[in-house]
């Protein structure tokens, strides 16, 4: 080969390493976007995670504090009613009037047991004993 022909040579392969050098410096410089756009792509990520655990959490929240609200209501509701049953109730009357009656049935008690005790003392009705 000739002066010529070498430097021909030379410079196209100088164009092809420079032109690989390029495309190499190119690539690199893709690498270090698609990573720089897949780190933010995660971080996005955790922050919508971040986000929805959160909003999680707060509808938890209300829904917990919505369930205690309904409870308390139904829970004085529940009472009322009961109070309103006890206090329509006969049981009341039913308790007076046992009472009552179990007052009485002492007392009959009471005076059967002395009326025996006298009648012992006496002795049979109908019948005197000399005196």
């Known amino acids: 080969?000739?002066?010529?022909?070498?430097?021909?040579?030379?410079?196209?392969?100088?164009?092809?390493?420079?032109s690989e050098t390029r495309a190499r410096h190119r690539i690199a410089g893709e690498e270090e976007k698609a990573a720089a756009a897949l780190e933010a792509a995660r971080a996005e990520a955790r922050q919508?995670?971040?986000?929805?655990?959160?909003?999680a959490r707060e509808f938890q929240s209300a829904c917990a504090a919505e369930a205690e609200s309904r409870l308390a209501g139904l829970r004085e509701e529940a009472e009322q009613r009961l109070a309103g049953i006890e206090s329509e109730s006969i049981l009341p009357q039913i308790k007076a009037a046992a009472?009552?009656?179990?007052?009485?049935?002492?007392?009959?008690?009471?005076?059967?047991?002395?009326k025996t005790a006298d009648d012992e003392e006496r002795g049979p009705r109908g019948t005197r004993e000399p005196a």
């Open 48 to 55: 919508i995670e971040t986000d929805a655990v959160e909003e």
């Open 1 to 18: 080969m000739d002066q010529e022909g070498r430097t021909l040579t030379d410079t196209a392969l100088r164009q092809v390493l420079e």
């Open 99 to 114: 009472e009552s009656v179990a007052r009485e049935l002492a007392g009959l008690e009471i005076a059967d047991d002395s």
